[in-house]
């Protein structure tokens, strides 16, 4: 399994991109750089997407990735539950912002949406995709994807504290996890459902106790503007805990 993070902020500039990872090439989380963090020779080779949640970082490129594979004369599956179906129906692909993909064309639309229900495991591109609810502002579904040959990553989204239920439904061999901000703003990550260094110490604490061992550990979701102190106290965690764990970037491709 080859993993490529294409966007690992929460904002964009000329040198950040919002929240996406392609997995072999063909399977995406989250859509907040597919458009622009790829070619569209890499476009049309992309089977499915699978959405975390309705925020505007997490499925900014599902409009023009709509357009893209209508001129491709391909449909692209979007998987994700019911709430992000909703909401990308209502507020971007509501034909006043732009034309509903999961229409047009008819009778052969270029994007094709599958409800997936949190907890019950689906086959999807060729992989085995467990959906896991996790802790944030508004519903969010973490994904944990196996390959044929078995190996797992854990792709959180965005989530706060208290993952405890979601440790007990996964066994990852890498877990992508958000770290928002500093730990300046852990009573603000707290309550908006984000992580900071000291939070994801305690939930990685959670993890290893309950599972008894760490998987490589990668944060994404991070605050450019915070991102030096950010980095410094995730290198402290992780020295604190003997543990793998780095920051994650654009371009950064893993292995496993």
């Known amino acids: 399994m080859r993993i490529e993070i294409l966007g690992a902020h929460n904002t964009e500039s000329k040198n950040t991109r919002c929240m996406s990872l392609l997995i072999d090439g063909v399977l995406a989380l989250d859509a907040g750089a597919l458009a622009t963090g790829l070619s569209f020779t890499a ?24 357009m893209n594979f209508l001129l491709f004369e391909k449909t692209l599956e ?36 599958r409800r997936l229900e949190p907890g019950k495991e689906a086959r999807i591109a060729g ?5 896991v609810p996790v802790y944030h502002s508004v519903p969010t ?16 989204s965005d989530t706060g504290p208290g993952l405890a239920e979601a ?8 877990l992508i996890i958000e770290v928002t901000a500093p730990n300046k703003y852990t009573d603000f ?5 984000h992580l900071t260094p000291e939070l994801l110490w305690q939930e990685l604490e959670s993890f ?16 450019p503007l915070d991102e030096k102190a950010t980095a410094a106290e995730i290198t402290a965690v992780a020295r604190a805990m003997k543990a793998d764990i780095r920051l994650g970037c654009e371009g950064m491709r893993l292995e496993l």
């Open 78 to 113: 979007v998987c994700s539950t019911q709430s992000v179906y909703e909401a990308l129906t209502s507020h971007l692909l509501n034909t006043t912002l732009y034309p509903n993909f999961l229409e047009r064309p008819a009778g052969k639309p270029s994007m094709r949406f």
């Open 167 to 174: 440790w007990k439904l996964v066994k990852p061999d890498l």
């Open 208 to 223: 290893r106790e309950l599972k008894g061992y760490l998987p490589r550990v990668v944060t994404v979701h991070m605050n």
């Open 141 to 156: 579904t973490g994904y944990e994807v196996t390959s044929t040959d078995g190996k797992k990553v854990f792709y959180t």
């Open 43 to 66: 476009q049309r080779k992309l089977k499915t997407v699978l959405l975390t949640h309705q925020h505007y970082d997490h499925i900014r490129d599902v409009p023009a990735l709509g």
């Open 189 to 193: 990550a707290r309550e908006a459902g």
């Open 127 to 131: 992989y085995r995709v467990l959906p």
